[in-house]
Each structure stands twice: as structure tokens, then as C-alpha cells.
């Protein structure tokens, strides 16, 4: 609410997670349970999630590993998808800006691995460490790398209550 002026708001943005782990599903018959817990629960932010690019692997980011236990219990008790994680050595996720394929190229001959999509189709580069993701950032210099991203590119109007 304000008193006067009108002001734009464009969301909040997404950080890079602190913990990332492997997800596997239990009982391959449950991967559409899976696919809809997991979709429904990043929504409420309780996580991220990264689908392999060339695949279908997935990684759950989060900020702490209590919210690991609290996925997998949700997951199995209201999806019903009985699902564990196998911790993951990775430093950072890194969305990848870029306007031409070329662009990324070298990122994509050599981290093809490391590459995957938010839940917003966005490329993200999950990087080992810091001096990985210096090194992409000299071999792929027309990308940028950045650690947290905004997806709303729209902006909201909030208008004054009279």
C-alpha cells in the first residue's frame, strides 16, 4: 500500500541452492507422481529443480539439508512417490544467458554434463567449483554467468488503495 506514486513489482529472484543431491524414484511406475510433487513443491520454494539438458536426470537444490527429508517426506505421503538423494559435489548452479548457440559452444562440447534446465526451461550450468566457473566464463565470453536470475520479466502495477 502506498500513499502516493504507483511502483512496479517484478518478483522475487532465484538464488544459486547451497546442497544439491541426485534424486531417484523408488518405483519407476511413479514418475508421474514424481514429476507432479516435485513441480508442485519448487512452486511453493521449498526447492529447486534441475533436469539434465540431454536427459532426464534430476538434481534438487536447496539452501539446507533438512529440506531434503521434508521433499522426500512430502513426496512419498502426498504424491505417494517413494524417492531418496545421493549428495552431489557441486559448487554453484549458474543460469546461462546467451543469444546465439555459437555463443556457448565450448560449453556445451566440454560441460555438456553439467548443463541442465530450471523448471522455467532456463539453462543453468551446475559447476564444481569456482575455478570451473572461471574457466567457462574465459572460453565462453559472449555468455554470462550469473548466480541468481529473475524469471518475471514482467512487471506487476500496484496501484494505491484509496
Known amino acids: 500500500i502506498t500513499e502516493g506514486e504507483n511502483f512496479m513489482y ?10 544439491f543431491k541426485e534424486l531417484h524414484l523408488e518405483d519407476p511406475f511413479k514418475s508421474k507422481q514424481l514429476n507432479k510433487g516435485i513441480l508442485q513443491l519448487t512452486d ?9 539438458n540431454n536427459g532426464s536426470r ?7 539439508d533438512l529440506q ?3 521433499l522426500e517426506y ?11 538423494f545421493r549428495p552431489l559435489n557441486f559448487y554453484k548452479a549458474c543460469w546461462v544467458i546467451y543469444e546465439k548457440e555459437e555463443d556457448i559452444s565450448e560449453l556445451m562440447r566440454i560441460r555438456s554434463h553439467n548443463l541442465f534446465l530450471d ?12 575455478y570451473s566457473v572461471i574457466s567457462a566464463q574465459e572460453k565462453n565470453p559472449k555468455a554470462k554467468f550469473l548466480f ?11 496501484e494505491n488503495v484509496e
Open 10 to 19: 517484478k518478483g522475487i529472484p532465484t538464488f544459486s541452492p547451497e546442497i
Open 44 to 52: 511453493e520454494g521449498l526447492a529447486q529443480v534441475f533436469i539434465q
Open 58 to 64: 534430476k538434481v534438487v537444490g536447496t539452501v539446507g
Open 68 to 70: 531434503f527429508d521434508v
Open 74 to 84: 512430502r513426496l512419498l505421503n502426498e504424491y505417494g512417490a517413494a524417492c531418496r
Open 119 to 130: 523448471k522455467h526451461n532456463k539453462l543453468v550450468y551446475l559447476a564444481e567449483s569456482s
Open 148 to 158: 541468481s536470475v529473475e524469471h518475471n520479466t514482467q512487471t506487476h502495477e500496484l
